[in-house]
């Protein structure tokens, strides 16, 4: 998915974090038991912004590792990036779930030991073994970040509160509504179906028969006239309502709260029928030249101090429970802000992406893939 996400460890916290046995990872070689020294250099494949000054010099300083990355614009970029030439010319890459388990399936990515990470036990549950960075119990993937996607609207526009995700499939909203341009978005509607039309028998939005993707569709294509743009970027979405040329859409809260502290009037909900969301992961390239530094930022990056930072830098919400309380000491009710004081359930609600895959889950083979949807995708927007 094409990302723009727009932001601050003692020093002693930072080395002892980044405190291992002097064994090490080798290149190549089977799930690593501990973390040595590092080789000096880590490259890296992420969302623009990932590698920021604020906490990567903090981390190069602490464990003399120089980071190098480079940024992607889509999930297909990474994937690409990641598997062309073979693979090894990356360390890690921070996958989204609609990226992750085709870099699982394709061999692009290794089983990674979340005993080394000292952060992990402080994951909330639902990001500890998440299906998108974890088959058949194997870790593949440290979680980060995530965030749901929500229903954003005018509040000058809709005088009543939107509830359902109907809004954005309602003929009264023509020439109003803007929605992600990306074939992941097939999963919102699938959800949607899940739940107003129960007799599809849709039970996960990211495994559809041919026949729950043709239904999926089908709304979709009646919803195409009905649409101002499918954005590409936040700050496209961003701009229309700003103009007012869209007034009701599905975003993020990277858009609703820069819209808020625009004074743009909106507000943002997740509808009746649930919402999908992101996370993103730290994966690390089977080929990986650079493994013991690679470790060595998957333990630095999941610290809260490092949590905190990223998120309120981009309004996302961290994994680590404990980086509420920082949060809240960099920028006060940036933990409420971000939702990263909610229950367990609200984090279980989330459907999260994960790439489309004939594997059903249940022993059948019938399910769409993400080629399936790309083409779908293309029939939908003409």
Not at 17 to 26: F, I, M, N
Not at 134 to 153: A, W
Not at 334 to 359: G, H, M
Not at 363 to 371: A, E, I, V, W
């Amino acid at each position: 998915m094409k990302r723009i996400r727009f932001v601050h460890v003692t020093f002693a916290a930072l080395v002892a974090a980044l405190a291992v046995p002097a064994a090490g990872v080798s290149k190549g070689s089977a799930v690593p038991s501990s973390v040595g020294q590092g080789e000096g250099k880590l490259t890296m494949v992420v969302w623009e912004g990932y590698a920021e000054k604020q906490w990567v010099a903090p981390f190069e300083k602490a464990s003399g590792c120089k980071v190098s990355a480079k940024y992607a614009g889509s999930s297909n970029d990474m994937f690409n990036l990641m598997t062309s030439g073979g693979g090894g010319q990356y360390d890690v890459v921070s996958a989204s779930g609609d990226a992750s388990l085709r870099l699982i399936y394709a061999g692009a990515v290794a089983e990674v030991n979340v005993k080394l990470i000292p952060a992990y036990k402080d994951f909330y549950k639902a990001f500890q073994s998440p299906p998108h960075n974890t088959v058949d119990g194997k870790h593949y993937g440290i979680s980060i970040q995530f965030g749901p996607n929500v229903l954003m609207y005018n509040t000058k526009s809709f005088k009543k509160k939107p509830t359902s995700w109907s809004a954005i499939y309602a003929p009264a909203n023509k020439g109003k509504i803007t929605i992600p341009d990306n074939p992941i978005q097939i999963a919102d509607a699938a959800l949607y179906l899940s739940k107003t039309k129960p007799a599809l028998g849709i039970k996960d939005p990211y495994e559809l028969t041919k026949a729950q993707l043709a239904a999926v569709v089908t709304l979709l294509k009646a919803q195409r006239p009905l649409i101002k743009k499918y954005w590409g970027l936040a700050s496209d979405q961003i701009d229309l309502f700003k103009n007012g040329g869209s007034t009701i859409g599905a975003s993020w809260p990277y858009q609703v709260n820069t819209l808020a502290a625009d004074k743009v009037p909106v507000a943002a909900l997740i509808p009746k029928e649930g919402a999908t969301g992101w996370a993103d992961s730290y994966m690390l390239s089977t080929k990986a030249q650079h493994p013991n530094c690679a470790y060595r930022w998957m333990q630095y990056i999941t610290q809260p101090k490092p949590q905190a930072q990223q998120a309120i830098y981009f309004g996302e919400t961290p994994v680590n429970k404990k980086a509420c309380k920082v949060m809240d000491s960099l920028s006060k009710g940036s933990c409420a802000q971000y939702s990263a004081n909610k229950p367990e359930a609200y984090y279980r609600s989330i459907k999260f992406w994960k790439t489309p895959v004939a594997d059903c889950g249940n022993g059948q083979k019938n399910c769409t893939d993400l080629r399936a949807w790309t083409t779908a995708w293309t029939q939908v927007k003409g």
